[in-house]
């Protein structure tokens, strides 16, 4: 749907197609972003998603915190920019 719309890019939840197929689908240049929530699924998207997003890392309505310790320990070993969320 992204390329079919002209996007630069797309968010991919972790219901969604793996960043590895749609890196294979894409031109060279089309951002991948990811949603995660453990250090597995940050280190499965390394080389092939462009960025992650991790959180909600404070509470919010109907969703429990990760927490500032636990974002902070999940993105040290990461390979790609993680962004918090929440």
């Known amino acids: ?6 996007a ?3 968010h991919l939840t972790t219901r969604s197609l793996s960043p590895e197929i ?3 689908t894409v ?3 089309f951002l991948i972003g990811i949603s ?3 250090a597995e ?12 997003v991790c959180g909600p890392v404070f509470e919010t ?5 990760i927490g500032l310790e636990c ?13 918090a969320l929440g």
């Open 61 to 65: 309505p109907g969703k429990t915190a």
């Open 8 to 10: 630069a890019g797309v």
């Open 22 to 24: 749609a890196r294979r």
């Open 36 to 38: 995660t929530h453990t």
């Open 27 to 29: 031109p060279p240049g």
């Open 71 to 83: 974002f902070a320990e999940l993105v040290r070993d990461a390979r790609l920019p993680v962004f």
């Open 41 to 52: 699924e940050l280190a499965a998207a390394a080389g092939f998603a462009d960025f992650a």
């Open 1 to 6: 749907i992204a390329l079919a719309a002209g």
